[in-house]
C-alpha cells in the first residue's frame, strides 16, 4: 500500500468533516490571539508599563468584586430560607415600625406569613389596620400578599415586584370639590405640594392589585343650589370592586372595575394612563398627564349627577338613564380633549333658572371638547357630532353636528374674545320651540321669539368678536329653505301727520342663500310660491309671488352702496324685472349708521341730498286693474287714485277687457332718490 493510498480518504466522500472544523476553530484561534497581542502592545505603548499594571489589577478586582457579590447573594438567599423566613412573624414589630415610618400613619399587623415565588421571597399578611391621627381604625387590609423585589437591596427601601390586596373594605369621603379622604389618606387635588407617603409608595411599586373590595362612599359637601329642605346625599356602597396599577419606566397603568347599587349604574369600567415630570413628586396629581376611558352600559343621570355634581349651576338633572363611552385627555387636572358618545332616555335638564326643564324622551349623539392654545390665544373647541333628540309634540332633531370655538387672547390687552359657531342643518321651528329653555343671548332670544322664525338652515356659520353672549358685528354665511319671518308694525304706527309709518317688512317661503358681514354682504334668492308682508307700506300688504329670484350685495365702507344685480317676480298680477344701484357718500353712510338701519340710511342720505339711485326694471307683463296694490301709501292720494284704488272693481275689470292691461314696458332712472316720485 502506497503512502498516497495510507493517508488518502478511505472513500468517496471525501476529507472527514471533522478535520475540517478542527482547522477553522484552530484558525479563528490563531486571529484572535493576535488581535489579542495587538491590542495589548498598543495599550501598552499608550498607558506604558505602569498604567497596563493598574488597568490588570482594575479587571481582576472588578472580577473578584463580582464573585464576592454572588457569593453575597447566595449567602442572603440561604439565610433568608433557613433562618428569616420560616420566622418571619417573630419580626413583626420591626416591619410594623418600618411600614408605619413609610406610610405617615399607624400600621398594625395581625399575622405574617412567609414563602417564596422562584427567587423572590414572599409575604401574606393578615388583618392589617391602619390608624388616623386620632388613633382610630381609617382601613383595615384583610389579607395582603407581597412579592419582595430585590431591588429593595440596592434602594434601602422595600420594593415590590407586586402587592395584592384581598376583599379590603375602603372609606371615601367627599370632603369638597377639590378634597378626597380615601381610607384616611387625605388628597388635595388643588395643592402644589404633597405629602401623602402612602399614596406616593404605592404608585412606585411595579403592580398593585386590589381585588373584591367594598367602596363606601360618603359626600360631605352641602349644595348650596339644592332647595332648602332637601336631605343629604345618602351613602353608596359598591361592590366588586377590582383595581389594578402598574408602573413601567415612568409611566402608570390604571383600570378600574366597580359595580354601584343597580338603581344608580351598571358595571363600572375605568381605564387608562398617565405620567409626570421626574421633577414632582408622583403622588401630586397636579403633575399627571394621561389619557382616562369609561364606559357604563346604564346609568341613572340624575342619581349619579346627585354623588358626582359635576353640572355648574344654575344647570340641574333631573331625570334621564342611558349608556355612556368617554375618553378624557388630561393634563395638570385641566382636561385637554374629551370625547363622550351617549345614548340616554327619558331626560329632564334645566339649562336656565327662570325656565321649565327641557324634556325628551330621546338623546344620542357625540360630545367633543377640547382645549388648545398657541402664542398668542387660546381657547376651547366643542362639537357635537349626529347629535338628534326627539320631544315633546313636534320637537325633533335630525342627526346634526355643530361647532362651537371661543379664542382669547393670551396677554394682557384691548383685544377681544373672538366666537364662532357652525351648525350643518337647523330647524328654526325646532329652536323656536328650545329657545324658552337654552341659554341663548337676549339678542339671539328676542330674533327667534319676536319674529316666529320658520324653515331650516344650511351650512350655517357664524362669528363675531366678542364673548359668546355678546353678538356684535356679526358674520354670517349659510343657506336657507322656506324660511319665514313675521312682519312687525312700526313703533309708534302713525307719524306726526297721521299718517301710516312703514314697519319691518315679513316674508314666508323663501329660498337661498346669505353670506354677510360687518363690511358687507350677498343675499340670493331663487324661491317659489313665496310671499312678502310690507306693513304700513302697501294699503294690501300681502304681496304673493309665484316666483322670486333676486341677487344683491352691499358694502358698508367707504360709504354705503347697495346694488341689485338682478331681481325677478311675477305673479297673477305682474312679471317684473329690475336692477339698480343705490349709493350714499361717508356722510350718508354715517347717517346710516345712526340710524340704525338700511331703510332709515337711505332716508337719512336722502334729507342731506348726498344719496345717489340708479335703477332699470322691465315690465313684462302687467294687470292694470290691480296696479294700485303696488303703489306704496306715502306715494300721495293722487297717485292712488291714478292707480285705480278707489276705482269701482266691475269699471276695473271693463278697463282690463278694453286693453287697459300693459303688456310690456320699460323704465330707467338715475338720479337723487328725492327726484323719484310715484305721481
Known sequence: MTHRQANGPSGPAGPHPGRHAAEIIHSVEGAVGHVVEAAERSLAQRLGEGGMGVLLWSARAIGWLLLA????????????????????????????????DLLKQHVTIGHIESSWQGFNPRLQLTDVELHDDSGAVALTLPQIDAVISWTSVPTLQPRLKSLTVLAPQIEVRRLSE?????????????????????????????????????????????????????????????????????????????????????????LIDVRGWFDRPWSMPVSNPAGWSGRLFAQLNYIDLARAESLARLLPAPYRLWRGNGALRAWIDFDALTVQRARADIAFTDVSLLLRSDAPPLRLSSLQGRITQQAWRTGSSQGQDIALTHLAFEGPGH??????????????????????????????????????????????????????????????????????????????????????????????????????????????????????????????????????????????????PDVAASRLDARVHWKAAPALEVGVDTFAISNDDLELSAAGTYRADAAGAAGAADAGGAADAAGAANAAGSAWVDFSASLARANAAAVYRYVPLGAGAGALDRAGRDEPAEARRQRAARGGDPEQGQSTDQDSPAAVSFA
Open 69 to 100: 457579590a454572588y457569593f453575597i447573594f447566595c449567602l442572603s438567599l440561604i439565610s433568608l430560607r433557613v433562618w428569616w423566613m420560616p420566622h418571619i412573624d417573630r419580626w413583626r414589630g420591626p416591619i410594623e415600625s418600618r411600614a408605619s
Open 178 to 266: 377639590a378634597k378626597l379622604r380615601i381610607g384616611g389618606v387625605l388628597i388635595d387635588l388643588e395643592a402644589k405640594e404633597s405629602n401623602t407617603a402612602a399614596l406616593s409608595w404605592v404608585l412606585e411599586q411595579r403592580h398593585v392589585a386590589i381585588s373584591h373590595a367594598i367602596v363606601h362612599y360618603y359626600d360631605d359637601v352641602v349644595d348650596a343650589n339644592a332647595p332648602q329642605g332637601t336631605a343629604q346625599v345618602a351613602p353608596v356602597d359598591m361592590t366588586d370592586v377590582d383595581v389594578l396599577l402598574l408602573h413601567h419606566f415612568g409611566t402608570h397603568y390604571f383600570a378600574l372595575r366597580a359595580r354601584p347599587p343597580p338603581h344608580i349604574a351598571d
Open 395 to 540: 320637537l325633533h332633531l335630525p342627526p346634526t353636528d355643530v361647532t362651537y370655538r371661543v379664542a382669547r387672547p393670551l396677554a394682557p390687552s384691548n383685544a377681544p374674545a373672538h366666537t364662532e359657531i357652525g351648525i350643518n342643518v337647523l330647524s328654526l321651528e325646532d329652536l323656536v320651540v328650545l329657545a324658552g329653555h337654552l341659554p341663548l343671548p337676549a339678542q339671539a332670544q328676542d330674533l327667534v321669539t319676536r319674529y316666529s322664525l320658520r324653515g331650516t338652515l344650511a351650512d350655517l356659520h357664524a362669528a363675531w368678536d366678542g364673548e359668546p353672549d355678546r353678538v356684535a358685528d356679526i358674520a354670517l354665511r349659510t343657506r336657507f329653505d322656506r324660511l319665514a319671518a313675521a312682519a312687525q308694525p312700526a313703533e309708534p304706527a302713525l307719524d306726526a301727520n297721521g299718517g301710516a309709518r312703514p314697519g319691518q317688512p315679513g316674508f314666508e317661503n323663501l329660498s337661498g342663500s346669505l353670506d354677510m358681514s360687518p363690511g358687507g354682504g350677498t343675499l340670493t334668492l331663487a324661491s317659489a310660491d313665496a310671499r312678502l308682508i310690507f306693513p304700513g307700506l302697501l294699503e294690501d
